[in-house]
């Protein structure tokens, strides 16, 4: 089973393997150290004995006092001439012992005494009857040695029937001998089987033996000689009472309740195969250690699974063959445990590697990612723009693209040996030039490299290529500094460009940046509300959505300066995820209050038509109860325009779903009448540019009103924004506009103070 010795697998176990084994063999052995062992135990020997049942050995039969015999005799207690009779038919059917599990410590009626005397002596020693300790009365700790009475002692040998149960009732052990009246007297079982015992000491119960393939016979049968002798001849026989009327009934593990007659027999069957010890917890305990350490060292969730299965087996069997083969009965609660606890730590460790190398992986490539940066680094850090991926992505199936990719990344590590090359996003690799090289030169070469098509998939491609230079330092310092850098050599039309050495305001944004994330999560990012009018309604029927970040070191963080960064560093995706998963929330704290109140919420041009921020939407929007028809996202014009194939077709899911759509900052962009049909929009706004002083300029004013006309034609419904005055509310009224949003209105607001806008009568709209 082990590939190596046990030794070599301890000396390579890994620091967590070293923890996971020590909190294992710490419950191990407090789990067999404590009740709650023992009840596992007693459970696991049900199952142990269940899985091993055997036939009885025929050394032992039982006469038994059942219902036959009550119902044939009636009267009890019985006179003992019956039972003359019945030592009588054994002697001549040649038992090789009678043993009595029957109160004689009393005297009977004088004949029937005297009878039971004469059959003892005929049988001159075959017979041996009972002694026990009962207690001297109800709540007495004293107990008191009965002994057959002094008629009936002559010939016979006198032994223990003495049964105590666990604390529990259940029955599981017999002592060997006991002391009664000061003398040590063997137990019944240990008088049949001839296993002498020192006094009080006890012997596991082997419940393995099936007790209905022990011989039985009725009592009456025998006392009236309708028995066949030979089921008897050779064997040593039990007497005792079975049936229920006459009680002596014992809970044993795997068979239930059985009469106290024949426990004795289980008992003597187990002694007549040999005295059964109970070993220690250590040999299980070292055998798990063992078996938790080869489990430990296995490298796959499927084998550490079946590891813990096959030595959870091993364990068994092992314990099994102990039991049956040496009768010694282990403990098997603390070394499972072990075997347990040593199975969990190791899947959950190998789980965790899975998810920190998925967390830490590329998964279109194999890449390393951004997370597997290190902290910082020794030399300079070079990034590689992919300039022309998206052209790529447009004739390559996903595969294919993934190849470029790799193999493009084979060519950047040429320039530094055995780099690890990182896509540190979709657009970008980078990886790290050792301390003192010169990178200039080597990037003269590698370009002619990356000028040389790739192969994939039996076709060459060209992979643009734009290089950023980042100096020693922090690693995402570096980072952002080469993205920069390449970002600029793309637009400048060079190969590469060095980041630039005084960057205060960049740095600052970087930090920035890096502390976005930490606002998310500890939500210092807040929603505002602006609310529209509906000036038909006169009453507001939708908000928009605008984000706020109150820092709690550099106080208001403008959203005109973190958005754009962003979008820039690929955290745009995350802070829209966010605002709408909050947005929902408000909705459903002002729903009630009043008619309906939709929410407007912007949508980047960069998400537009991303397959993974549109599948977390959708998934945010299946948890939530609040109907998609209270949404309504926002676009640029200019988002529209950059890809309309990819616009049309996100903005039609976007419809699908129930969510309106809005044009945003309507008359800065170059739309026409044509692709404004083409466009599934729901309304426009219009620039607040244009609406600010249409009431006083006439070329605004035509602007706004064919605006509204034009929109109107299209079914499409008008948001002015950018009210400031009655005025500018007044002109817009009376040329058809739709709704209005503006300060004239309400500055946007927190959830609270929405609330209360909302319950309040708007004096604007009159």
């Not at 207690?77 to 599990?101: I, K």
Request: glycine share 8%; with cysteine.
């Amino acid at each position: 089973m082990f590939a190596r010795s046990p030794f070599a697998l301890f000396r390579r176990a890994r620091a967590s393997s070293w923890a996971i084994l020590g909190i294992a063999l710490a419950i191990g052995v407090g789990v067999g150290a404590t009740r709650l062992g023992d009840t596992a135990d007693h459970m696991l020997d049900t199952l142990r004995f269940e899985a091993a049942t055997r036939s009885a050995s025929g050394g032992v039969a039982i006469v038994e006092m059942d219902a036959a015999s009550v119902a044939a005799i009636q009267r009890y207690p019985w006179s003992r001439a019956h039972y003359a009779r019945v030592v009588d038919a054994m002697r001549r059917a040649g038992a090789a012992s009678v043993v009595f599990d029957v109160d004689f410590s009393s005297g009977s009626d004088t004949a029937g005494d005297t009878a039971f005397a004469a059959a003892l002596a005929r049988a001159d020693g075959l017979v041996t009857l009972p002694t026990f300790g009962q207690q001297a009365g109800a709540g007495s700790t004293r107990t008191i040695d009965a002994l057959p009475i002094p008629a009936l002692r002559q010939h016979v040998a006198l032994a223990s029937v003495s049964i105590a149960p666990d604390s529990d009732g259940v029955v599981r052990a017999m002592p060997l001998a006991t002391m009664t009246a000061g003398v040590p007297r063997p137990s019944l079982s240990a008088y049949i089987a001839g296993r002498p015992g020192t006094a009080d000491r006890t012997f596991p119960i082997d419940m393995a033996i099936d007790p209905d393939t022990i011989p039985r016979l009725s009592f009456v049968a025998v006392e009236r000689g309708r028995f066949d002798a030979a089921a008897v001849r050779g064997r040593n026989v039990l007497i005792g009472a079975t049936a229920i009327e006459m009680g002596d009934r014992y809970a044993v593990p795997v068979w239930g309740v059985l009469p106290g007659v024949v426990v004795q027999a289980l008992a003597a069957e187990t002694l007549l195969a040999g005295v059964p010890a109970v070993g220690d917890g250590l040999t299980p305990t070292l055998l798990a250690l063992l078996l938790a350490t080869w489990v430990l060292a296995l490298r796959s969730m499927r084998a550490v699974l079946g590891g813990g299965i096959a030595a959870g087996t091993v364990i068994i069997t092992a314990v099994l063959i102990a039991q049956h083969g040496f009768s010694t009965l282990y403990p098997l609660a603390g070394a499972l445990a072990i075997l347990l606890v040593a199975t969990l730590g190791a899947a959950v460790r190998h789980v965790a590697g899975r998810f920190q190398a998925q967390r830490t992986t590329d998964e279109a490539t194999g890449l390393p990612n951004r997370h597997a940066l290190p902290v910082t680094t020794d030399g300079a850090f070079v990034v590689a723009r992919l300039v022309n991926i998206d052209s790529l992505a447009a004739v390559l199936d996903r595969q294919s693209l993934a190849d470029a990719v790799v193999r493009t990344a084979e060519r950047l590590r040429l320039m530094s040996a055995n780099a690890t090359v990182y896509r540190l996003d979709r657009h970008h690799l980078g990886f790290v030039i050792a301390d003192g090289a010169e990178p200039e030169g080597q990037l003269q070469g590698l370009r002619s490299i990356l000028l040389q098509p790739v192969e994939v998939g039996g076709r060459r491609i060209d992979v643009g290529v734009a290089i950023g230079l980042a100096e020693v330092g922090e690693v995402e310092r570096q980072v952002a500094d080469g993205m920069l850098a390449a970002d600029a050599a793309q637009r400048e039309g060079v190969f590469w460009r060095r980041a630039a050495t005084n960057l205060d305001q960049i740095e600052r944004q970087v930090s920035l940046m890096g502390e976005l994330d930490d606002a998310l999560a500890a939500g210092q990012i807040e929603v505002f509300y602006q609310p529209k009018l509906s000036l038909a309604q006169g009453r507001p029927t939708s908000v928009e959505a605008l984000v706020r970040w109150r820092h709690p070191e550099r106080g208001f963080v403008g959203p005109d300066l973190f958005i754009p960064l962003a979008e820039q560093t690929d955290r745009i995706a995350p802070l829209t995820l966010y605002v709408v998963e909050r947005v929902l929330t408000d909705i459903a704290n002002w729903r009630g209050l009043g008619p309906d109140l939709a929410a407007a919420i912007n949508i980047s041009a960069k998400l537009l038509s991303a397959p993974a921020f549109n599948a977390a939407i959708e998934r945010l929007l299946e948890r939530s109860a609040i109907p998609t028809s209270l949404l309504i996202f926002e676009v640029t014009e200019s988002a529209a325009m950059s890809d309309p194939d990819k616009a049309v077709a996100a903005l039609r899911r976007y419809r699908e779903l129930g969510i309106a759509v809005s044009m945003d900052d309507y008359g800065t962009g170059q739309s026409t009448l044509t692709y404004l049909r083409q466009l599934p929009l729901n309304e426009l706004k219009i620039d607040r540019s244009f609406v600010q002083f249409a009431h006083q300029n006439r070329n605004d004013a035509v602007l706004v009103r064919s605006t509204i006309d034009l929109a109107h034609d299209l079914g499409l419904k008008v948001v002015a924004e950018g009210v400031e005055d009655a005025e500018c509310l007044e002109f817009l009224r009376a040329a058809g506009c739709d709704m209005i949003q503006g300060y004239h209105i309400s500055r946007p607001l927190p959830l609270d103070a929405l609330l209360t806008f909302i319950a309040t009568p708007v004096a604007a709209a009159a």
